[in-house]
């Protein structure tokens, strides 16, 4: 099991930065591919990044190619937000999927291959 812990969510203006972090416990470490998620009201989630094991590999949906990143040690997972939009605004979610026996590099990027979810952080871009 993995408990996931998301903090660094808040309310910000467009422009701005905030940077995610999501704590793991429980069987947590480099077993696991680890990802972010946004659900915005009304929408489906979606995914937003992707890390792989190593840390070597990541993964960005278009959108947010070259404002946010996602980073990795061995026990968080942190998403960098900048130049944030108001359509950035969502409940942020992290996750994690159990890879050991993948690929080091491998990334996943449907919410279907995470099998651990955090509680969500709320994003709130004003205009």
């Known amino acids: 099991q993995v408990q996931l812990v998301e903090s660094g969510g808040g309310l910000v203006q467009a422009g701005g930065s905030l940077r995610l972090s999501c704590a793991a416990s429980?069987?947590?470490?480099?077993?696991?591919?680890m990802g972010w998620f946004r659900q915005a009201p009304g929408k489906a989630r979606e995914f937003v990044a992707g890390i792989s094991r190593n840390g070597i590999s990541t993964s960005y949906t278009d959108s947010v190619k070259g404002r946010f990143t996602i980073s990795r040690d061995n026990v968080k997972v942190y998403l960098q937000l900048n130049a944030l939009e108001p359509e950035d605004t969502a409940v942020y979610y992290c996750?994690?999927?159990?890879?050991?026996?993948?690929?080091?590099?491998?990334?996943?990027?449907?919410?279907?291959?995470?099998?651990?979810w955090g509680q969500g952080t709320q994003v709130t871009v004003s205009s």
């Open positions: 996750a994690a999927a159990d890879s050991a026996f993948v690929s080091a590099s491998v990334v996943f990027t449907t919410s279907g291959q995470y099998g651990y």
């Open positions: 429980g069987r947590a470490g480099r077993a696991y591919v």
